[in-house]
């Protein structure tokens, strides 16, 4: 019940939560107990609800509460437990050293164990129910055991050792389900296509694509199972096609598909930097017959594919703005009444804006990919001054920060989806 509410709260306190697993265990205690009375849980969760909606509910603060608590019955129940606050896009746990561990669990296991349940569970919580229940089980049974130890480093080392594969699926999971969650099926399918292809430039569209939209399918399918093992499982076989797809294709990737663990295997390719840029002709734009036509969504996802081959360093929040853009024009031009005017107003428009863009972000991150942070701070510094003589020393400043701040972030081929969105 830890787990389950500070993944719904995020950004509740450890107080709030508790509160309401104080709540939820105790009209579960009393209500699931035998000969309990049939109204027992209809009227517990209805003056929970009332709780929730009184003026100094210690409950997490949500800002739809008012408008749910304007419903009367199971409607404001069913409205009540609906409200979920947005997932932590950049996990805040860091893991204490193993002395802080031990002094914090020896003074209080109980009350150690539920802050760090509610800890890890918010700022994980886009990681499937059963990996998250893994996770912490393991943690946990791994404080208890090393901080009794005779020689708690050594007990430390080798329980960290045999957690790894289940830790990288938490870390895995919660980026890929959190993309999910941002994107939907076919915009995850482009971005995971875009990834393939700044990593591989050499690959074909028709051996990434495949690969894809096997892993929008694993998505979708663990992100929101209770399945004990479905994301591991589906996630290991999605691995092992892409080790045998595209092994003899590329030194790097073959390297990354040595290892026995898929998971880590997994890890490896994802983390794998884009490569050098191909030289390659100007990909070829879709017609308008083809962006108006059934097939609209993989033509555009071709051309991003291309455009992905071609600049390997422009991050996926630039590539996942460019696919918005495309789902927006096509929904304006095809139905409108001159589609051949529409289309024409929008290409003059997209050839006056995306060069600059494209070009600005290849450069940016490109920059950031290959100089040490210091030197790219500089070398933005010295950027701006040329693009902006007037600015005051406190304005470039200001402006170096924030623009090594979006690429520290935005740049990495794991970049949080939505914070990058926003940030581009």
Request: hydrophobic share 35%.
């Amino acid at each position: 019940t830890i787990i389950a509410n500070s993944r719904k709260f995020s950004n509740a306190t450890f107080e709030e939560i508790s509160h309401l697993v104080r709540e939820i265990v105790s009209l579960a205690e009393t209500c699931c107990a035998e000969g309990a009375d049939p109204s027992c849980y209809d009227a517990g969760s209805s003056a929970l609800s009332a709780k929730s909606c009184g003026r100094d509910s210690p409950f997490p603060a949500h800002p739809g509460t008012a408008s749910c608590c304007t419903h009367k019955g199971l409607e404001q129940k069913l409205c009540l437990a609906a409200l979920r606050h947005p997932p932590q896009e950049l996990p805040r746990y860091l893991q204490p050293s193993n002395e802080e561990l031990c002094e914090a669990f020896k003074k209080d296991p109980k009350d150690f164990a539920d802050r760090f349940l509610h800890e890890y569970a918010s700022s994980y919580g886009q990681a499937p129910l059963p990996v998250l229940l893994g996770s912490t089980r393991t943690f946990l049974s791994m404080v208890s055991t090393c901080c009794i130890s005779p020689m708690p480093t050594a007990c430390f080392l080798k329980e960290k050792l045999e957690r790894k594969t289940i830790s990288l699926l938490t870390l895995m999971s919660n980026r890929v389900c959190s993309r999910f969650t941002a994107y939907g099926k076919d915009k995850v399918t482009s971005s995971y296509l875009t990834s393939l292809a700044q990593k591989i430039p050499s690959a074909s569209f028709e051996d990434l694509f495949p690969l894809a939209e096997d892993a929008a399918e694993v998505f979708s399918q663990c992100c929101d199972s209770v399945a004990e093992d479905c994301m591991q499982k589906k996630l290991s076989e999605h691995t092992a096609k892409a080790c045998g797809a595209l092994s003899a294709q590329d030194e790097r990737f073959a390297d990354c598909c040595k290892g026995k663990n898929l998971m880590q295997n997994y890890f490896c390719i994802s983390a794998l930097p884009p490569a050098p840029a191909s030289k390659l002709p100007e990909p070829q734009k879709p017609t308008e017959e083809q962006l108006c036509s059934e097939e609209a969504a993989r033509q555009v996802q071709r051309y991003l594919f291309e455009l992905a081959q071609r600049h390997t360093s422009i991050p996926d929040a630039f590539l996942g703005k460019l696919y918005d853009t495309s789902k927006k024009v096509r929904g304006e031009c095809c139905s409108a009444k001159d589609t051949s005017a529409c289309w024409a107003s929008k290409r003059q428009q997209m050839e006056e804006e995306m060069p600059p863009f494209l070009e600005k972000a290849s450069r940016l991150c490109g920059q950031y990919t290959e100089l040490n942070f210091l030197d790219f701070k500089k070398r933005l510094r010295e950027s701006l001054m040329q693009t902006m003589p007037e600015a005051s020393q406190e304005l470039l400043g200001r402006l170096v920060e924030q623009q090594a701040d979006f690429a520290s972030t935005c740049c990495a081929p794991n970049s949080p989806p939505l914070y990058c969105a926003s940030k581009v």
